[in-house]
């Protein structure tokens, strides 16, 4: 049986630590238990009041007499902790976990400390728009080829709790954000970027941090590790004069003589200018353009571990994940699709091309200091009805009724 030594130190460390835990999310919850066993001194923290919580964390929290801070100002008692673990929404910047830094606190995540501790080979998958459906492809592929595997980050479960069990000869698949991704001093061996545009503008300081952010995905890796890029995305594609490992190239707009491309709707694996048909986009289960480029992306990233055969197979199988064009059902001869997971400008694009029928589109929601702007064109071209809702709607529209004037004088324009 494997014996992580790393953990097992890791484990000694911790006994009678001082550990906070910020935010009890998914992600966080389930070090409760863990480190209650390791004999950590445990002190929550929440920005949430302590009714809201539920009755599950509540328990834990009593059973094991655990210190806490909730409500607004929570954070005031975060002084002298030699480990916290912070949740993704907690960013490494604030001042009071600055403070922590330089007073010597190890500050860290869950998905961080499970990088540090794993000993699989590690998959990490990043991006603005794809990450989740690429994520999945990969995860699935994998499985195919009959690895032992998992899946967590983002999507997933927490897998920090669960990493004795893990053992040196599986393969883990990760999928992860850019909050999850901030101070991050670990890579996984294998890691994908599938493109990067503006978003989460209203968290993050700056574009700028955004995207350093998202390179943190693989500033940590070795020569002996890799990275797959998006030739077609201009600040991914100049990932490669910072990456240490080998780079892999995928890409729809240029014929690379090595990489993976999607050319006249069919994948393909190119190696010195030599092409291998892999599937053609029509055969694939999963709809438009965006989802091929997904999985020319999940292709690249499994080439060295999974035949052709099994990652063909998957892609003819795989049907999708819940909320992303995912279909709903056909009700009086009208087909509702549910692509709720599309929380930016680009991923609604992605959706409205996915369509050759004029659509029907419920768009809108929280707003994240985006352009709008893009959105209008394709929806004037592609929509008949448009029904908005939450914080963007005044945005949406006000861009959307610019286009139709444009098109309206062009049109007149055109007839004088």
């Known amino acids: 049986m494997y014996k992580n030594e790393k953990l097992e130190e890791f484990n000694n460390y911790l006994k009678n630590k001082k550990v906070a835990i910020l935010g009890l999310g998914t992600s966080n919850t389930p070090l409760i238990d863990y480190l209650h066993k390791q004999g950590s001194d445990i002190t929550v923290f929440d920005n949430r009041n302590l009714e809201i919580l539920n009755e599950e964390t509540l328990d834990k929290i009593y059973k094991y007499n655990i210190k806490f801070s909730f409500g607004e100002n929570y954070l005031s008692k975060l002084i002298g902790f030699d480990v916290i673990f912070r949740s993704p929404s907690c960013m490494p910047f604030w001042p009071e976990l600055e403070a922590e830094l330089q007073r010597g606190a190890i500050i860290t995540s869950e998905v961080e400390m499970f ?6 080979k590690t998959i990490g ?4 728009d794809g990450k989740t459906t690429t994520t999945s492809l990969i995860y699935e592929m994998i499985k195919k080829q009959g690895y032992d595997c998992y899946l967590g980050g983002n999507i997933g479960i927490p897998l920090f709790t ?15 954000s850019s909050f999850q991704l901030m101070g991050m001093e670990v890579s996984p061996n294998i890691a994908v970027v599938t493109n990067i545009s503006p978003n989460h503008l209203d968290v993050h300081a700056s574009y700028e941090q955004y995207i350093d952010a998202k390179s943190n995905i693989f500033k940590a890796q070795t020569e002996d590790d890799t990275v797959i890029l998006n030739y077609d995305n201009d600040i991914v594609r100049e990932f490669d004069k910072i990456a240490k490992g080998k780079v892999i190239y995928f890409s729809k707009e240029t014929k690379l ?3 993976v491309i999607l050319d006249d709707g069919t994948i393909k694996i190119c190696e010195n200018n030599l092409r291998r048909h892999v599937v053609n986009s029509k055969n694939m289960s999963l709809k438009g353009i965006h989802n091929s480029i997904n999985a020319c992306t999940a292709v690249a990233a499994t080439s060295e571990l999974v035949s052709v055969e099994n990652q063909v ?4 199988s795989f049907s999708g994940i819940p909320h992303r064009l995912e279909f709903v059902r056909e009700t009086h001869g009208v087909k509702w699709y549910n692509d709720s997971i599309g929380t930016s400008p680009t991923r609604t694009l992605a959706g409205l091309r996915s369509f050759n029928e004029k659509i029907v589109l419920i768009a809108g929601g929280y707003d994240k200091n985006l352009d709008y702007e893009p959105l209008a064109e394709p929806i004037v071209q592609n929509v008949t009805n448009l029904i908005l809702i939450g914080q963007t709607a005044a ?13 309206v004088g062009a049109h007149d324009c055109a007839r004088t």
């Open 162 to 176: 669960r990493i004795a069990e893990i053992s040196e000869d599986a393969i883990v698949v990760l999928e992860l």
């Open 313 to 316: 197979e998957v892609l003819k």
């Open 395 to 407: 945005k949406i529209k006000a861009g959307v009724k610019r286009e139709m004037e444009q098109n």
């Open 125 to 128: 998958v990043t991006g603005s």
């Open 115 to 120: 990088l540090e501790l794993c000993p699989a």
């Open 257 to 259: 003589s090595d990489g």
